[in-house]
C-alpha cells in the first residue's frame, strides 16, 4: 500500500480523484461505445461489401464470355431484371398439397431461366445450356448476396440500431464464404468440370455399362447385374449441369420391379475435424435441397415397403459448390464399394441412385474415365491454399439451433431465390 493514499490528512483526496476520473469515463464509455461499435461494423461492412462486388463482377463476367458476344440492350435489360427475380413460397396456411404446390413453384422458377438461356445463348449443345443456365444462378446469387449486406449496412447506419450489429458481424464471414463458393461453382459450371456435389453421380455411373435410357426428366436408368444380382442404377442425365426428377423415377421404379432396398449416394455436410472424402454409411434418403425430390422417394418407399439406405461422402459447404477436390474424386471408388456391400446383403433387386448436380460426368463408366484431366488444375489451386480454414456456412449449421437462426434470417431468403440449388448437402 502507497502511504498516504487513504490517509486522512489529505492523500485521500487522490483516491476521489481516481475513482472521478473512473465514473466519468464510465459514463464516457456508455455513450461512445455503441458508436465506437457501429464504426467498426460499418468499416467491415464496407470492406466486405468491396468483396462481394468483386465477387459478383467476377462472376458475370464469366458468364458473359461464355453465353453470347454481343449484349444487346434488352438482354441487358432482361439479364438485370432475371438477377432481381423474386422467390415466393407458397403457402403454408393450408399444409395439404404444400409438396406438390412447391414443386410446381420451383419448376416455374427453372423454366423461367432456361427459356432465358435457350433463347439467347449462341451455343445449341443441351448439355452447355444445362452448364450455362446452372452458371446463372450463380450470377443472381453473387449479386443477391451483395444486395443483403448492402441492405443491412444501409439500415444500421439509418437506424443506429446496434442488435443489429451482432447478427451481422456473426453473418457476414457466411455471406462472404457463400458469395465465394457461388463463383466458384459458375466457374466449374462454365469449364465443365465436377463440383463436390457430382459424387453421387460420379459413383452411379461407374456402374453403369451401357447407356442409360431416361425414365423421369433428366433421370437416366440403367438395369446392370452386379455380383449375380440385379441392380437398377439412377442418375441425373449428364455431363450437363442437370439435377432431375428422382422422386418420379423412383416411383416409377418400385411400381414396375419389387425393389428389396433403395440406396441413395450424396455429398453431405461433414464437421470440422472430420476429413473431406470421408464415405460413411447412413439409413433415409440421402438428399437435400428443398425436400420436394426426396419427400416422393419417401413416400414411394413408405407405399412398397422398401428399406432406404443411403451412402454419404463427406465434405463442407464450399467443397460441395467448387470444382471437385482430390480427397472427394479418390472417395469414388470407396463409395462404389460400399454401394455394391449394400446391395449384396439384400436377396432380390436393389435401386442405387447417384444423387447430385452431374455437371462434368457421363452418364457411363466409359465417359468418366477423362474426368480428373480436367480437375487437374483445380486440385494444384487447392494445394496452395490454408488446409485449416474453417467453413463458417458448416459451422453454423450444426451449432445448437444453428440450422433454425439460418432459415429465419436473411440467408433463408437467399436460399429461397435458388441461388444455394447447387449446394444441397
Given amino acids: 500500500?502507497?502511504?498516504?493514499?487513504?490517509?486522512?490528512?489529505?492523500?485521500?483526496?487522490?483516491?476521489?480523484?481516481?475513482?472521478?476520473?473512473?465514473?466519468?469515463?464510465?459514463?464516457?464509455?456508455?455513450?461512445?461505445?455503441?458508436?465506437?461499435?457501429?464504426?467498426?461494423?460499418?468499416?467491415?461492412?464496407?470492406?466486405?461489401?468491396?468483396?462481394?462486388?468483386?465477387?459478383?463482377?467476377?462472376?458475370?463476367?464469366?458468364?458473359?464470355?461464355?453465353?453470347?458476344?454481343?449484349?444487346?440492350?434488352?438482354?441487358?435489360d432482361k439479364m438485370d431484371s432475371l438477377k432481381n427475380t423474386k422467390f415466393s413460397q407458397p403457402t403454408g396456411l393450408d399444409p395439404a398439397g404444400m409438396v406438390g404446390k412447391l414443386e410446381h413453384v420451383l419448376d416455374t422458377s427453372e423454366d423461367k431461366f432456361k427459356r432465358f438461356v435457350d433463347k439467347n445463348a449462341d451455343t445449341e449443345d443441351e448439355d452447355e445450356l444445362a452448364d450455362l443456365n446452372m452458371a446463372f444462378k450463380g450470377v443472381m446469387g453473387t449479386h443477391q448476396i451483395y444486395k443483403v449486406v448492402r441492405h443491412f449496412r444501409k439500415l444500421i447506419k439509418g437506424t443506429q440500431n446496434i442488435q443489429l450489429v451482432g447478427l451481422v458481424r456473426m453473418m457476414l464471414p457466411v455471406y462472404e464464404e457463400l458469395a465465394e463458393s457461388q463463383k466458384g461453382a459458375t466457374?466449374?459450371?462454365?469449364?465443365?468440370?465436377?463440383?463436390?456435389?457430382?459424387?453421387?453421380?460420379?459413383?452411379?455411373?461407374?456402374?453403369?455399362?451401357?447407356?442409360?435410357?431416361?425414365?423421369?426428366?433428366?433421370?437416366?436408368?440403367?438395369?446392370?447385374?452386379?455380383?449375380?444380382?440385379?441392380?437398377?442404377?439412377?442418375?441425373?442425365?449428364?455431363?450437363?449441369?442437370?439435377?432431375?426428377?428422382?422422386?418420379?423415377?423412383?416411383?416409377?421404379?418400385?411400381?414396375e420391379n419389387d425393389l428389396e432396398a433403395i440406396v441413395t449416394v450424396d455429398a453431405a455436410l461433414k464437421l470440422e475435424g472430420e476429413e473431406t472424402g470421408t464415405v460413411s454409411e447412413g439409413v433415409?434418403?440421402?438428399?437435400?435441397?428443398?425436400?420436394?425430390?426426396?419427400?416422393?422417394?419417401e413416400e414411394a418407399a413408405t407405399e412398397h415397403d422398401i428399406p432406404l439406405e443411403g451412402i454419404v461422402i463427406k465434405q463442407n459447404a464450399p467443397e460441395a459448390s467448387k470444382a471437385m477436390k482430390k480427397e472427394i474424386f479418390d472417395s469414388y471408388q470407396e463409395a462404389v464399394d460400399k454401394a455394391?456391400?449394400?446391395?449384396?446383403?439384400?436377396d432380390g433387386e436393389v435401386a442405387i441412385i447417384g444423387v447430385g448436380n452431374t455437371c462434368g460426368i457421363g452418364n457411363t463408366k466409359d465417359s468418366t474415365r477423362g474426368v480428373h484431366?480436367?480437375?487437374?488444375?483445380?486440385?494444384?489451386?487447392?494445394?496452395?491454399?490454408?488446409?485449416?480454414?474453417?467453413?463458417?456456412?458448416?459451422?453454423?449449421?450444426?451449432?445448437?439451433?444453428?440450422?433454425?437462426?439460418?432459415?429465419?434470417?436473411?440467408?433463408?431468403?437467399?436460399?429461397?431465390?435458388?441461388?444455394?440449388?447447387?449446394?444441397?448437402?
Avoid: C
Fill in 373 to 425: 484431366n480436367r480437375l487437374r488444375k483445380y486440385w494444384k489451386e487447392y494445394e496452395e491454399e490454408d488446409e485449416d480454414e474453417v467453413s463458417y456456412m458448416g459451422m453454423m449449421s450444426i451449432m445448437p439451433g444453428g440450422d433454425q437462426a439460418i432459415h429465419q434470417s436473411k440467408i433463408k431468403e437467399i436460399r429461397n431465390n435458388l441461388i444455394y440449388s447447387v449446394i444441397r448437402t
Fill in 340 to 346: 455394391q456391400e449394400i446391395a449384396s446383403e439384400y
Fill in 187 to 255: 466457374r466449374a459450371f462454365l469449364d465443365q468440370a465436377p463440383i463436390g456435389d457430382a459424387i453421387g453421380p460420379l459413383v452411379a455411373a461407374k456402374m453403369i455399362t451401357d447407356e442409360p435410357e431416361e425414365v423421369s426428366k433428366n433421370i437416366m436408368h440403367s438395369e446392370e447385374e452386379i455380383n449375380d444380382e440385379t441392380v437398377h442404377v439412377l442418375k441425373s442425365d449428364g455431363p450437363g449441369a442437370r439435377l432431375g426428377k428422382y422422386g418420379e423415377a423412383v416411383d416409377q421404379l418400385a411400381e
Fill in 1 to 76: 500500500m502507497i502511504p498516504g493514499l487513504f490517509s486522512s490528512d489529505g492523500g485521500g483526496n487522490l483516491f476521489l480523484i481516481v475513482q472521478t476520473i473512473t465514473t466519468l469515463l464510465f459514463f464516457v464509455g456508455i455513450f461512445f461505445f455503441p458508436k465506437i461499435m457501429l464504426w467498426q461494423i460499418d468499416r467491415k461492412m464496407r470492406s466486405a461489401l468491396e468483396n462481394l462486388d468483386t465477387f459478383r463482377t467476377d462472376t458475370e463476367e464469366m458468364f458473359r464470355s461464355k453465353f453470347v458476344d454481343n449484349f444487346s440492350e434488352d438482354l441487358e
Fill in 284 to 297: 433415409g434418403v440421402m438428399m437435400g435441397g428443398p425436400g420436394v425430390e426426396k419427400t416422393k422417394i
